[in-house]
Nanobody
Framework: QVQLVESGGGLVQPGGSLRLSCAAS????????MGWYRQAPGKQRVLVAH???????NYADFVKGRFTISRDNAKNTVDLQMNSLKPEDTAVYYC???????????WGQGTQVTVSS
């Protein structure tokens, strides 16, 4: 059993910042890849960023230069620092982990991020 607990969402004005955190626990020892996806109303869930256990990162074009993903392998946590937020960043953000390449992935419950004045 794997649990993902997300925190850090909320309401922020355009140009502001938020930091999302996700902690993984349960029947996992190490995690190959951790990341964040988002889903805006009426749209599909899309990748925001992910990071491997050796620190290789991948960002969606729409967040490059504004968001930074980081992780703590010892604690099985992943953070997403979001700067220069825009109204179009409004979405539910989901934590995602892939413990082993080719294995099952797991999702968090999601945390709402709203960017509005």
């Amino acid at each position: 059993q794997v649990q993902l607990v997300e925190s850090g969402g909320g309401l922020v004005q355009p140009g502001g910042s938020l930091r999302l955190s996700c902690a993984a626990s349960g029947s996992i020892f190490s995690i190959y890849r951790m990341g964040w996806y988002r889903q805006a109303p009426g749209k599909q869930r899309v990748l925001v960023a992910h990071i491997t256990s050796v620190g290789t990162t991948n960002y969606a074009d729409f967040v490059k230069g504004r968001f930074t993903i980081s992780r703590d392998n010892a604690k099985n946590t992943v953070d997403l620092q979001m700067n220069s937020l825009k109204p179009e960043d409004t979405a539910v953000y989901y934590c995602n982990i892939l413990p082993r390449w080719g294995g099952s992935e797991f999702w968090g419950q999601g945390t709402q991020v709203t960017v509005s004045s």
